[in-house]
Structures are given as C-alpha cells and as structure tokens.
C-alpha cells in the first residue's frame, strides 16, 4: 500500500498520524485537568481534525494539521487528501470547527487501516496488548468501582456519569458475556432531599462485583503500568491494611 503513494501523500498522511496522535494524548488527558465534556466526546468526534484557517480576533491562525502539513499546503491539497481518501486511510468531510462557531472546514479523520499504514511509514510497532490489558476507560472504571467498593458509584452530574466513565462504558461492563461475568452491577437509592434524581425520585448507580474485584486484583500490576496518570490503589497494600485493622 505504501508503494501506491507518492512523497506529497506519504507526508500528508504522517501530518495527520502526528496531528492524530497529540488528540487522542490531549483526550486522554481531559477529565485530569477537569474538562468533563472533552472526556466525553465519543472517538468519532475528536479525531476529527480541522484542516485551514481559523479566523478570530488575533486575526488568521492555522489549524494544528495545517501546520503540521508546513509548506506542503497549497491549491492542491484537497486533491491529496480525496487520494487518500479514495484508498481508504482517512475520510474528509466539511464541518463547523468546535468552538469556532460559523466557520467551516474540511476535517480529516484517519482510519485504522491509515493509522496503520502511518505507524508503518514511521517505522513504529503497532501497540501490542499484554495478558489482562484493557482500554483506558474500563480500567478508569474498575479503578473507581474498586476505590468505592460497598458504597457504589452514584450519577451525580446527569447522565449516567458514574465515577468520571461514560454511560457506554458502564452498558458494556454490567452486561455478561460469553468470555466473562459482568464487572459491574446496577444499584438504585431513593435521593434524599435537595439531590438530583431521575425516575421516581431515585438515583441511579453501578457497583464492583466480586468478578470485577478479580479482574481488578489480577490486571492491576498490568495496567497500573500502562495508564500511571490513573491513581489505582494496589489491591495487595489494601488488603493487608484491612488484615491489620482486623488484628487491632
């Protein structure tokens, strides 16, 4: 595939892996510094990268993929981007640019087929998944299902917003399926006076269950690893805090 590109569309195609890559450390990192509605954003969205101008008052800025583009951007550049569309390594289409209102750019979303190919072009590995890895969103969850054990995690904000994780990630981690029990559980409290509720006057929730206790316990060294931002107790230091208040 890669001897199907010329210099001009190998280049745009590491301008957007690069470009790709500073969204997706820029995603991981919202709900740390507090920007709930970025760490919620579904992948379909935020990959999505503006490709142009923006203009505001500080006058014309170039849009992140554009610089990284640098003296390739020309009249041509929708022509490179369609060839690299028509292989399949990315996909183009005019939006309004988030936060920008009224101003319309084309946006380039790389595949995992470009992903791919990009990693290759760079002569980097793909990502390799070690025994008990998971995504950056369940191990979010299960660190805090394991943190709130008995109490549960409680939407507090609206929308299932449980413990700082989607609701689709919460659908797909109470559901059993054929490789494993569900992780987690749903719970249901009455809502005391002056909290929100939802149906009922209730307020909803998900709790750890001893599956997801085991998981948590045997992926922990794993993934502790992987995502160090993540503040996952160790599950062995817990249980031996628990053994001393047992002994006192």
């Given at each position: 595939?890669?001897?199907?590109?010329?210099?001009?569309?190998?280049?745009?195609?590491?301008?957007?892996?690069?470009?790709?890559?500073?969204?997706?450390?820029?995603?991981?990192?919202?709900?740390?510094?507090?920007?709930?509605?970025?760490?919620?954003?579904?992948?379909?969205?935020?990959?999505?990268?503006?490709?142009?101008?923006?203009?505001?008052?500080?006058?014309?800025?170039?849009?992140?993929?554009?610089?990284?583009?640098?003296?390739?951007?020309?009249?041509?550049?929708?022509s490179t981007w369609a060839a690299l569309e028509r292989r399949e390594l990315?996909?183009?289409?005019?939006?309004?640019?988030?936060?920008?209102?009224?101003?319309?750019?084309?946006?380039?979303?790389?595949?995992?087929?470009?992903?791919?190919?990009?990693?290759?072009?760079?002569?980097?590995?793909?990502?390799?998944?070690?025994?008990?890895?998971?995504?950056?969103?369940?191990?979010?969850?299960?660190?805090?299902?394991?943190?709130?054990?008995?109490?549960?995690?409680?939407?507090?904000?609206?929308?299932?917003?449980?413990?700082?994780?989607?609701?689709?990630?919460?659908?797909?981690?109470?559901?059993?399926?054929?490789?494993?029990?569900?992780?987690?559980?749903?719970v249901q409290r009455r809502a005391a006076e002056g909290q929100p509720a939802?149906?009922?006057?209730?307020?909803?929730?998900?709790?750890?269950?001893?599956?997801?206790?085991?998981?948590?316990?045997?992926?922990?060294?794993?993934?502790?690893?992987?995502?160090?931002?993540?503040?996952?107790?160790?599950?062995?230091m817990r249980t031996r805090e628990q053994r001393e208040q047992d002994d006192?």
């Amino acid at each position: 595939m890669s001897d199907d590109l010329n210099e001009r569309q190998r280049r745009y195609l590491l301008a957007a892996y690069k470009t790709d890559q500073a969204y997706e450390e820029a995603h991981k990192r919202a709900f740390q510094r507090g920007d709930y509605d970025e760490s919620r954003r579904p992948a379909s969205d935020w990959r999505a990268m503006a490709f142009g101008v923006l203009h505001g008052i500080g006058g014309a800025v170039p849009t992140m993929l554009r610089n990284e583009c640098k003296g390739d951007v020309d009249e041509g550049s929708g022509s490179t981007w369609a060839a690299l569309e028509r292989r399949e390594l990315l996909s183009v289409k005019d939006q309004e640019v988030r936060y920008h209102p009224g101003q319309i750019l084309p946006h380039i979303t790389l595949t995992p087929k470009g992903r791919k190919l990009a990693r290759e072009l760079k002569g980097d590995k793909a990502p390799t998944k070690q025994k008990g890895e998971v995504s950056r969103s369940t191990w979010k969850a299960l660190v805090a299902g394991w943190i709130a054990g008995e109490a549960g995690l409680w939407d507090e904000r609206g929308g299932d917003w449980y413990g700082g994780v989607s609701g689709d990630t919460w659908l797909m981690l109470t559901r059993r399926t054929k490789q494993r029990a569900a992780w987690f559980t749903d719970v249901q409290r009455r809502a005391a006076e002056g909290q929100p509720a939802s149906f009922g006057g209730f307020q909803y929730g998900v709790k750890i269950t001893p599956a997801g206790i085991a998981k948590y316990w045997d992926s922990w060294e794993v993934n502790r690893a992987k995502y160090p931002d993540i503040d996952a107790p160790n599950p062995r230091m817990r249980t031996r805090e628990q053994r001393e208040q047992d002994d006192d």
